[in-house]
């Protein structure tokens, strides 16, 4: 996941009995339920937040690396998408007092962890070049849009408001589908350093 470089599917569903009965108004959950739900929910949208605010700026390394087009195209996809959605975030929270982005709670071993990832990630980017600098990104983006993906996922499972779970099962699919090209892409481009290795090794 980069998190620190130049600085990441919802379903809706109804059961039968809604259908049959005309989905009668549900039963008010529980305080102790409705906290909860509403902990986890600030606790995913600050992650979810803090993910695609950092992940807006990837396309930047575009600046001090050389990308093929393909890589180049999709990475400022990326950006441009996580930059939506830190948006969407932002707003939501200017609505409405009770969401927080700033609820990251992180245990300190997490923490420190992930601090640790992202720095050997960053250095690891910064001294590549070429088919190895490109895999090296595309792999990050795998785990940064996967985590994307499933925040954005349980955030709007935990969401009450159905517009702002709606528009959470939005950002999930987008960070999905964006995951799943990025794999192609990643597919396509180890097949293919791996076949310019074969080539270049002496007979």
Same mark, same amino acid.
């Given at each position: 996941?980069?998190?620190?470089?130049?600085?990441? +599917?919802?379903?809706?569903?109804?059961?039968?009995?809604?259908?049959?009965?005309?989905?009668?108004?549900?039963?008010?959950?529980?305080?102790?339920?409705?906290?909860?739900?509403?902990? /986890?929910?600030? !606790?995913?949208?600050? +992650?979810?937040?803090? +993910?695609?605010?950092?992940?807006?700026?990837?396309?930047?390394?575009?600046f001090i690396k050389p990308e093929h087009s393909d890589v180049k195209n999709l990475i400022k996809k990326i950006a441009t998408a996580s930059g939506t959605g830190a948006k969407l975030l932002e707003e939501f929270a200017r609505h409405?007092?009770?969401?927080?982005?700033?609820?990251?709670?992180?245990?300190?071993? =997490?923490?420190?962890?992930?601090?640790?990832?992202?720095?050997?990630? =960053?250095?690891?980017? +910064?001294?590549? /070049?070429?088919?190895?600098?490109?895999? /090296?990104?595309?792999?990050?983006?795998? =785990?940064?849009?996967?985590?994307?993906?499933?925040?954005?996922?349980?955030?709007?499972? !935990?969401?009450?408001?159905?517009?702002?779970?709606r528009a959470l099962a939005g950002v999930s699919e987008d960070m999905e589908n964006l995951y799943h090209e990025v794999?192609?892409?990643?597919?396509?481009?180890?097949?293919?350093?791996?076949?310019?290795?074969?080539?270049?090794?002496?007979?």
């Amino acid at each position: 996941m980069i998190t620190k470089i130049t600085l990441p +599917l919802l379903a809706a569903m109804l059961s039968v009995a809604c259908v049959l009965t005309g989905c009668q108004s549900p039963k008010a959950a529980s305080p102790s339920r409705s906290g909860a739900a509403q902990s /986890t929910r600030n !606790n995913c949208y600050s +992650l979810l937040h803090q +993910l695609l605010d950092e992940q807006k700026d990837v396309s930047i390394l575009r600046f001090i690396k050389p990308e093929h087009s393909d890589v180049k195209n999709l990475i400022k996809k990326i950006a441009t998408a996580s930059g939506t959605g830190a948006k969407l975030l932002e707003e939501f929270a200017r609505h409405d007092p009770s969401i927080k982005l700033d609820d990251i709670r992180l245990p300190p071993g =997490e923490e420190s962890t992930r601090d640790a990832i992202a720095s050997t990630k =960053e250095k690891e980017l +910064l001294s590549q /070049t070429g088919d190895k600098f490109e895999l /090296t990104l595309l792999l990050t983006q795998t =785990e940064a849009l996967s985590y994307a993906w499933h925040l954005a996922k349980v955030a709007g499972e !935990n969401e009450p408001q159905p517009d702002r779970a709606r528009a959470l099962a939005g950002v999930s699919e987008d960070m999905e589908n964006l995951y799943h090209e990025v794999f192609v892409l990643l597919l396509s481009q180890t097949k293919s350093s791996a076949t310019n290795s074969i080539r270049t090794q002496p007979d």
